[in-house]
């Protein structure tokens, strides 16, 4: 899914519970963790896992073009590939996914990425990736 589909789907998600949050809930309705105020609106806490980007070569780079799409936990959730798998990916994002990536910002990417969440090279021509 591109980033435009992302955003006009959370956008419609936004309206629908900005929507809903205007009425109210029926008495018998209980949500675990929830707190209702005063006007009967029920409040819920969601955890924060934000995370944090991984600082290495071309963290800018990386920042500016794939957390418009991605989390900055992103990246840490990934297995360890090889420079040619990222590359891949990072293609298919431009290619599959409509990222707005230029060439140059594109090698950064990887560059960082092999960085962060690289095989080490003695092990990249074992991997398979």
């Given at each position: 899914m591109d980033c435009r589909k992302v955003i006009i789907a959370l956008t419609i998600t936004a309206a629908t519970v900005s929507s809903a949050a205007g009425q109210q809930p029926h008495p018998s309705t209980s949500v675990s963790g929830a707190a209702a105020n005063a006007s009967g609106?029920?409040?819920?806490?969601?955890?924060?896992y934000a995370?944090?980007?991984?600082?290495?070569?071309?963290?800018?780079?990386?920042?500016?073009?794939?957390?418009?799409?991605?989390?900055?936990?992103?990246?840490?959730?990934?297995?360890?590939?090889?420079?040619?798998?990222?590359?891949?990916?990072?293609?298919?994002?431009?290619?599959?996914?409509?990222?707005?990536?230029?060439?140059p910002d594109q090698h950064k990417i990887v560059e960082y990425l092999v960085a962060v969440r690289g095989v080490p090279e003695s092990k990249a021509g074992q991997s398979g990736h």
């Open positions: 609106t029920v409040r819920i806490k969601l955890p924060d995370g944090e980007v991984p600082k290495g070569p071309n963290v800018q780079v990386y920042e500016s073009n794939c957390l418009l799409c991605h989390s900055a936990r992103y990246v840490t959730t990934q297995p360890p590939f090889s420079a040619q798998t990222w590359e891949k990916e990072v293609k298919k994002m431009v290619d599959a996914y409509g990222a707005n990536i230029s060439e």
